[in-house]
């Protein structure tokens, strides 16, 4: 469940969004949603550029990461 709010959430912005973003909006704590990202990473559904995830239509163009 938790990681369909957080894919929906980074899929709604296609600039990205930090994990404090994220925290601060879903009140959840960092540490599950690290976890949580980290799975979505894993699973190809959501990419990270530096310190931002994006969806995975909304990367970047010339990133690699």
């Known amino acids: 469940m938790m990681e369909e ?3 929906s959430f980074i899929n709604s912005k296609p600039d990205g969004v ?3 973003e994220m ?3 879903l009140c959840q704590s960092r540490l599950r949603l ?3 990202t980290r ?3 894993n699973e190809g559904k ?3 550029v530096e ?3 994006y969806p995975v239509s909304g990367k970047p163009a010339g990133t690699i990461k």
Do not use: S
Request: hydrophobic share 45%; aromatic share 10%; net charge positive.
């Open 23 to 25: 925290e601060e909006t």
């Open 5 to 7: 709010i957080v894919q």
């Open 51 to 53: 310190n931002k995830y």
């Open 46 to 48: 959501v990419v990270k």
């Open 39 to 41: 799975k979505l990473l």
């Open 34 to 36: 690290g976890y949580v």
């Open 18 to 20: 930090k994990i404090a």
